[in-house]
């Protein structure tokens, strides 16, 4: 009975074992695989590959919205250096708005418009995303009063 | 005055709460000294309650002379959400969460059960100091009661998506789960300071880690189904680091409800309980970090603000330290386990809480890892559902394969086969949907997969009711009043959680989207139904003007109406969506208006969802809120039987 009981916690420690290796190549491959990577337009040519599902983050830019027969939109980011057009089809969120500060995710090929498959913006009409808000820090656009 | 009356209030509150925390950490074998302990904790409570209902006066009255009323009221906003905006902003909410945490002391202090004088009253005495704790964060860097001087004559009001019944109900439910976990960690640390974690003690565990559990299953729940029907984005769960910060602390919550069930029943893993509610506590504030400081880019957004979020870093380090240095100091002088065979009742739940704990560390590295990326210096990245998906998903699978098994063997030595023998049925159902599912879908394994694990479950926990009505003697209406009220508890749970699976893997795995652009009179095939855009007009509400579009879904069991809407509130510069959401049996069609179309004149921009079976994941939640709630009306019994 005693050498069946040490046999049983053996197993289950095996077994446990199994689980959390199992987890841990998830996790690691699931870091590697799908983490996104934020970008400002000025540094797509430099920082993304063609095809990466990245976030391009800036503000939007005054005159640019288009909407389009069948749901499709475009519009400009700017982080002030450079300007890159987006492509989303879907609707905008409610708190999207020309020249306030935007988060699209999706890919990007060069030559054509950044295919957008995610637009985020705040629930909060005063905030800006921290990316963006670095972003323009970076450039030297930054014109808050705050550091977020 | 009436602000003035509850900054003194919470004041006073903080003295005694420290007095309270003091009292009982230091005087603790003394009977008359515990009573007094118990005192101050209800003297406490007591302020803490007038301090809230003065923060609800003064926004009652739109008080534009107080800080936080001019930030989030308005005068022409309808009663119910003029108080339901005293806690729908950060420094309300913080003396929410002091008022619970003193309430939850006072109940504590009155409910002694079977507790030793000394375990009692240093519990009361550690949820003092985490009341404490709370008071001089919401006195001193979020005061709900600072003047503006002059004061103006009408406030911004509250953000218009706000303005909603689930939503009112929703942070005081997750405030309700967060600071529930304070006290069993109050308990933990008194049971770490009194060397002893006994049946006793699991006891008077047992029902506010249900509490806490409950509570924050149906405020995840109301959250989501908020996010659904009012962001109109037609998801309702985005892996967002607000909602990761509500999801560990519920993982943890219900790995804390099994474990704390060994404990009482057989004495066992008593310090991994222990360990489990101080986790459980540091995850809450944890999320209260998250979502307080910003440092996560949320889809959510709140008022920001560094120093607050260092505060409750602070505060979390202080919890997170004090538990786990006790418990490495403390936690090896507590009596050994009982042992259990390999295959039993405890083993079971033991791969429960691993289960469990293992996806709650996952979402943790998952929701962290952007921070720690960008402290090493590589750069600005974000961790999204693709991740999330991938790992707690296969977790999640495991666990739920082995879910059914549980309840079916007994404490101690379990007869495994017996238990596989009587599961066969939901085995075979479940096979089958897997066939069938893989079928239709053309093969795609993962939604299959999640169908099959819910019907597991659903009929794994109905075969477990059913042997157990079977246990019973005499005619039908006779075994079914006999069944203990834990048995229902535990199987409404469970069947909830394969509801629930339904919902989310049909949800996620079969929905149908589509932007299309339309005029008035245009239609468009969808989904199995006809969509079409009958028109579009201006309409008026109590406090906004809207945009209003009404849509005819025609389908095979008829025609109806439903309409969508933009609204523009005065004193928002956002329009905000209101979706129409058509119900049938099968799930959801749901509408989002978009703006006009510019390139062609008189046209607007829809977006068209259909949600299959998205209503069964609100009922699976509802389910599992549910046997929370039988599960402690239960307790409650059974303490009175006892009594």
Known sequence: MAVRRRDQRLMMIAAAGAVLVLAAVLTFAGLRDSVVFFVAPSELATKAEAGQRIRLGGLVVEGTLRHEADGVVFFNVTDGAAEVQVRYVGLLPDLFREGQGVVAEGRWQPGAAFEAERVLAKHDETYMPREVAEALKDRGEWRGTETP | ?643
């Open chain 2, 1 to 643: 005055m009436i602000a003035e009356i509850g900054a003194f209030a919470m004041a006073l509150a903080l003295a005694l709460s420290i007095a309270q925390g003091l009292m009982g950490l230091i005087a603790s074998r003394r009977d008359s000294r515990a009573e007094a302990t118990a005192a101050t904790a209800q003297a406490t409570a007591v302020l803490c309650v007038l301090a809230f209902i003065c923060l609800i006066i003064v926004f009652v009255r739109s008080d534009f002379s107080v800080a936080t009323v001019t930030a989030n009221s308005h005068i022409d906003k309808p009663l119910i959400y003029k108080i339901a905006g005293a806690w729908g902003n950060h420094e309300g909410s913080m003396l929410l969460w002091c008022l619970v945490s003193a309430v939850f002391g006072a109940i504590l202090a009155t409910a002694r059960g079977q507790q030793s004088v000394g375990l009692w009253s240093r519990a009361v005495g550690v949820q003092g100091l985490v009341t404490a704790g709370a008071l001089i964060y919401t006195l001193f860097l979020s005061n709900p009661f600072a003047r503006l001087d002059p004061a103006p004559m009408q406030g911004s009001g509250l953000n218009p998506l706000l303005q909603d019944p689930a939503l009112a109900a929703h942070p005081p439910l997750l405030y309700l789960g967060y600071v529930g976990l304070s006290v069993p960690f109050s308990l933990a640390l008194a049971a770490l300071l009194e060397g002893k974690a006994d049946q006793a003690w699991a006891r008077a565990l047992r029902p506010w880690t249900l509490l806490a559990w409950t509570c924050l299953t149906l405020g995840i729940a109301l959250g989501s189904y908020w996010a659904y029907y009012e962001l109109g984005w037609g998801g309702w769960w985005f892996w967002d680091p607000v909602e990761n910060a509500s999801f560990m602390p519920w993982l943890v919550a219900a790995a804390l409800v099994h474990s704390a069930i060994v404990t009482e029943r057989r004495g066992s893993l008593a310090s991994w309980t222990i360990l489990l509610a101080i986790m459980g506590f540091g995850l809450a504030l944890l999320g209260t970090f998250l979502v307080r400081s910003g440092v996560l880019t949320s889809v959510h957004a709140f008022a920001v603000d560094p120093q607050r979020g260092i505060a409750v870093l602070v505060l979390l380090g202080i919890a997170l330290g004090a538990g786990f240095g006790l418990y490495a100091w403390r936690a090896p002088k507590l009596s050994q386990p009982t042992g259990f065979a390999a295959v039993s009742r405890e083993s079971m739940l033991v791969w429960n809480n691993f289960g469990l704990a293992v996806a709650a560390a996952v979402v943790l590295i998952g929701t962290l890892y952007p921070l720690l990326v960008e402290a090493l210096g590589g750069g600005l990245i974000s961790v999204g559902p693709p991740f999330f998906n991938a790992t707690v998903a296969p977790l999640l699978a495991v666990l739920f394969l082995i879910l059914p098994l549980g309840p079916m063997l007994t404490w101690r030595i379990g007869d495994l086969k017996g238990a596989l023998k009587k599961l066969a049925p939901a085995a075979a159902l479940a096979l089958v949907t897997l066939i069938v599912a893989l079928v239709l879908t053309s093969w795609r394994a993962v939604p299959a997969i999640g169908l099959a694990l819910g019907v597991w479950l659903i009929a794994g926990g109905l075969i477990y009711l059913w042997t157990r009505i079977q246990r019973g003697e005499g005619r039908m209406a006779a075994k079914l009043a006999l069944l203990p009220l834990a048995v229902w508890s535990m199987s409404v749970a469970h069947i909830g959680a394969g509801v629930l699976t339904i919902g989310a893997v049909a949800e996620t795995g079969f929905r149908v989207e589509q932007s299309v652009g339309l005029t008035p009179g245009e239609g468009v095939a969808f989904a199995g139904r006809r969509v079409t855009l009958i028109e579009v007009g201006e309409t008026e509400g109590p406090n906004y003007s809207a945009t209003r579009a009404n849509f005819r879904v025609d389908s095979a069991s008829g025609a109806h109406t439903i309409s969508a809407e933009r609204r523009f509130y005065p004193t928002s510069p956002m329009p905000t969506t209101e979706v129409g959401i058509l119900s049938s049996l099968d799930g959801d069609i749901y509408i989002a208006l978009g703006e006009s179309v510019r390139s062609e004149a008189g046209a607007w921009s829809v977006r068209l969802y259909y949600n299959p079976l998205v209503h069964l994941i609100f009922l699976g939640a509802a389910m599992m809120g549910l046997g929370g709630g039988l599960s402690l009306v239960s307790l409650a019994r059974r303490r009175k039987m006892a009594a």
